[in-house]
C-alpha cells in the first residue's frame, strides 16, 4: 500500500511555543490530505480537511488560527499548533488519499 | 453531520472464540464503512470495508456486515488469536475519499 509519513514523531515543547508537523505521500500525490487528535484510550477525532493549493477546511470547534495547515504541495501538509497549551497535548495523526486514506505514524506531542 | 456510535468499548474473548463488534451510524448519504485496527502508539491500518452497495464482505476470518435500512453495520472476527487484541474503529464516509467519520472504538483482548 501506499506510503505515508510524519515527522517528528514525538516533540516535546514549552507552553506558548508554536510546533510544526509535517505529513508526506511518499510515493503517491495527494490532493487531500486529513488530520485527526487522537487523545489517550480515545478515538480519532477529525480536525480538518487539508487540500492542496486551498484553505484547509476546519471541522467544527476547532481553531483555525491555533491549528495552522498548509498543503503546499501534492506531498506534504503541515499542522503547526500555535502557542501550544498543555491540553494540546495530543497524539495527531495525518492521512492521504489514494483510493482509500492511509494513515502517517502519527506525532506524539507533549507540551509542559 | 454524521454521527458514529460503536459498541462494546471493550470485549474480552477466549482464544479461537468469535468476536463481534457493532456500529451505527446517522447520515443516510454515507455510502463507505471501513474498519481500522489500532496497537498501541500505532497508526491505524485498514482490514476491511464495505460499500453500501454490498450487504455483505468476507476476508479470511474478518467478515462486515451492512443494513442499510437500519444504518448499521458489524465486525466479525472468527477463531481470535491473541494478535488480534488491539483497539477497532469502525468509520462511516460518503465516499473513500471523503472525510471519514470514526466510531468511538473498541478493545479487544483475545486471551490465550
Known amino acids: 500500500g501506499a506510503v505515508v509519513s510524519q515527522h517528528p514523531s514525538r516533540v516535546i515543547c514549552k507552553s506558548g511555543t508554536s510546533v510544526k508537523i509535517e505529513c508526506r505521500s511518499l510515493d503517491f500525490q495527494a490532493t487531500t490530505m486529513f488530520w485527526y487528535r487522537q487523545f489517550p484510550k480515545q478515538s480519532l477525532m477529525l480536525m480538518a480537511t487539508?487540500?492542496?493549493?486551498?484553505?484547509?477546511?476546519?471541522e467544527q470547534g476547532v481553531e483555525k488560527d491555533k491549528f495552522l495547515i498548509n498543503h503546499a504541495s501534492l506531498t506534504l501538509s503541515t499542522l503547526t499548533v500555535t502557542s501550544a497549551h498543555p491540553e494540546d497535548s495530543s497524539f495527531y495523526i495525518c492521512?492521504?488519499?489514494?483510493?482509500?486514506?492511509?494513515f502517517g505514524p502519527g506525532t506524539r506531542l507533549t507540551v509542559l | 453531520g454524521e454521527n458514529v456510535e460503536q459498541h462494546p468499548s471493550t470485549l474480552s474473548v477466549q482464544e479461537g472464540d468469535s468476536a463481534v463488534i457493532k456500529c451505527t451510524y446517522s447520515?443516510?448519504?454515507?455510502?463507505?464503512f471501513p474498519w481500522y485496527k489500532q496497537e498501541l502508539g500505532k497508526r491505524p491500518q485498514l482490514i476491511i470495508d464495505i460499500r453500501s452497495n454490498v450487504g455483505e464482505k468476507k476476508d479470511q476470518r474478518i467478515a462486515v456486515t451492512l443494513n442499510k435500512t437500519a444504518k448499521h453495520f458489524s465486525l466479525h472476527i472468527t477463531e481470535t488469536q491473541p494478535e488480534d487484541s488491539a483497539v477497532y474503529f469502525c468509520?462511516?464516509?460518503?465516499?473513500?475519499?471523503?472525510?471519514?467519520?470514526f466510531g468511538t472504538g473498541t478493545r479487544l483482548q483475545v486471551f490465550p
Open positions: 468509520a462511516a464516509s460518503k465516499g473513500n475519499t471523503d472525510k471519514l467519520i
Open positions: 492521512s492521504a488519499q489514494e483510493n482509500e486514506q492511509f
Open positions: 447520515d443516510s448519504a454515507s455510502n463507505y
Open positions: 487539508s487540500n492542496e493549493g486551498s484553505k484547509a477546511t476546519y
